[in-house]
């Protein structure tokens, strides 16, 4: 080939087409042999240090792969990341432990802590039958709200959530004529809308109603100093707010036949608040966390 070579001395590789047209044989750029040969001295030191190549059989610690002089691993980054974290957590866990729900309150970084922390509780435990705001289910009352049938300070709270409630209401179809039934749901009905007559209070009182729902029918029996409510859980029905869908006059008359929890009575309204740390479904550190959830929800009281 060479001895045909029309351009003798040139640094070409002897291909020559159309005459002229032929491929010289230069060396590629110094700076771009710099970066091949970097990128390949890159890549063994690269595969030295860290994890990278498959390997065919499982060495003793039980990895398919090259682990690098680093030992670094995603695993192991995770690990660490999650244990700093438990750290942190541990150190508000911890807090909590030695404090009531008062003092959590009165801590700004704490409380923020543990209402992020019990709103998953919230989540798990509480909002099937609760809403996930707290903001009730027909059957199921509201906690975001002040208006509380056994009292919404941190201690009534507390004892909801751990003895659990279960409010107990007569049945009366057998104690009251139906005409009186009629008239005591129609009193109830106006009481919510705040038209009252004296005839139905009369009646309310005489039927002792009141036993229970109180003397203002607030379902309030009374009230101490420290802003702590006596009841018995029963409803409050001088507002608008019905416990029992749909509430108003039918509904109302439905309650007052029926009662509330009446075993035996068939139609009888079902109110069951579950006992979660009796039965142990909740420990004491979660439960204080809801108790101080529960009170920012009802915009403490
Ligand atoms: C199975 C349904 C159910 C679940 C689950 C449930 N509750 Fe209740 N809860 C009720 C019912 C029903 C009542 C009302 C009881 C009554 O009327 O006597 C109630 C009442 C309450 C009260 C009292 C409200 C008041 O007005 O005084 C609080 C506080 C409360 N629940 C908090 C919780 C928390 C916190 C959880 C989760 C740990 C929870 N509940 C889970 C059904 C439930
Ligand atoms: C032994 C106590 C008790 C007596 C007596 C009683 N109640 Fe109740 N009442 C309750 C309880 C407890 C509830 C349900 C509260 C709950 O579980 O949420 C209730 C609920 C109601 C409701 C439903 C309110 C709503 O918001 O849906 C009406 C209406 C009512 N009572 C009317 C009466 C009338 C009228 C009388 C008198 C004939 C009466 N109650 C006597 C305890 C009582």
Not at 15 to 39: C, G
Not at 193 to 198: D, L, P
């Amino acid at each position: 080939m060479a001895e045909n070579n029309p351009f003798p001395g040139e640094n070409n590789t002897g291909h020559v087409w159309d005459d002229n047209l032929r491929e010289l044989n230069n060396p590629p750029p110094r700076w771009w042999m710099i970066a091949f040969w970097a990128s390949i001295i890159w890549w063994i030191v690269y595969g030295l240090l860290y994890p990278m190549w498959p390997m065919p059989y499982q060495p003793a610690e039980g990895k398919g792969y090259t682990q690098g002089f680093l030992g670094w691993s995603q695993m192991k980054e995770y690990e660490e990341s999650l244990a700093q974290l438990e750290a942190v957590r541990a150190q508000y866990e911890e807090r909590i432990r030695n404090l009531t729900p008062a003092e959590i309150l009165q801590d700004p970084g704490l409380k923020q802590y543990t209402l992020a922390s019990a709103k998953v509780l919230f989540g798990d435990n509480c909002s099937a039958c609760h809403g996930s705001g707290g903001q009730g289910n027909p059957g199921f009352p509201v906690l975001a709200d002040d208006d509380w049938l056994y009292g919404g300070t941190l201690a009534k709270i507390q004892e909801s959530i751990t003895n659990g409630r279960k409010g107990v209401m007569p049945a009366h179809k057998s104690t009251l004529s139906p005409e009186e039934i009629d008239r005591l749901a129609r009193f109830v009905t106006n009481l919510s809308q705040g038209k009252a007559t004296e005839a139905g209070w009369a009646l309310f009182r005489a039927k002792g109603c009141i036993a229970c729902h109180g003397p203002k029918a607030d379902g309030v029996l009374s009230r101490l100093p420290n802003g702590d409510i006596i009841t018995v859980g029963a409803a409050n029905l001088t507002d608008g707010i019905w416990r029992f869908e749909p509430g108003g006059y039918e509904s109302a008359k439905y309650t007052i036949t029926y009662g509330v929890n009446q075993p035996g009575v068939e139609g009888t309204r079902n109110a069951v608040m579950p006992a979660f740390g009796k039965t142990g479904k909740l420990d004491e550190q979660s439960i204080k966390k809801l108790v101080v959830y529960v009170h920012e929800l009802g915009g403490g009281q």
